[in-house]
C-alpha cells in the first residue's frame, strides 16, 4: 500500500478550519474552494455560473442555492455585472480576526487589477471596428 502525505503535495485549494465549521452543506463548502481556487492570489474571481456546474457537476440552480450559503455566513460577496459574469469577492471572516488578533490586509491593494469602464461593451466595439482582425479580402 503507498500512502501520501498532503502537506506540500496538493496543488490547489483546501478548505479552511473556518470554513469546515460553518453549518453550511459540502456543497457549498466545495463551492467556496473552487472559489479560492479561481481566485488564487486574488481576493475576487468570476467564473459563469455555467462553468461552476459544470466543476461541481450539478445544476446552475445548484449552484444558485450553493452560492447562497456562504453570502449567508458572510464568507463571500457577489457583484452581479450587466453582460458579464458575476464577480465573486472572498471576504475575510470575523472569526479568523479576532482569532489572530491582527487586521489582514487586502491583496486588491497589492496587485493591481482591471476595472472595466461603464461604458467598456461600446468601447470594445468600437476598437473592433477600427482595428479588424484581418485585412479586407479583395475579390
Not at 463548502?29 to 488564487?40: G, H, N
Not at 482569532?99 to 476595472?115: H, I, L
Amino acid at each position: 500500500m503507498e500512502t501520501f502525505a498532503p502537506k506540500g503535495n496538493i496543488h490547489g485549494s483546501i478548505l479552511p478550519r473556518f470554513v469546515l465549521q460553518k453549518s453550511i452543506t459540502p456543497g457549498a463548502k466545495i463551492m467556496y474552494a473552487i472559489l479560492c481556487d479561481y481566485a488564487a492570489d486574488n481576493d475576487r474571481c468570476w467564473p459563469s455560473q455555467a462553468t461552476l456546474a459544470k466543476r461541481l457537476s450539478c445544476s446552475i440552480s445548484s449552484v444558485k442555492n450553493y452560492l447562497a450559503e456562504p453570502v449567508r455566513e458572510k464568507l463571500i460577496s457577489i457583484r452581479q455585472e450587466q453582460y458579464r459574469s458575476s464577480v465573486y469577492y472572498l471576504l475575510c471572516p470575523e472569526e479568523l480576526i479576532k482569532n489572530q488578533g491582527t487586521k489582514f490586509t487586502r491583496k486588491q491593494s497589492e496587485t493591481p487589477s482591471y476595472e472595466p469602464k461603464s461604458d467598456y461593451l461600446n468601447t470594445l466595439n468600437k476598437q473592433r471596428k477600427e482595428n479588424p482582425p484581418f485585412p479586407p479580402c479583395a475579390r
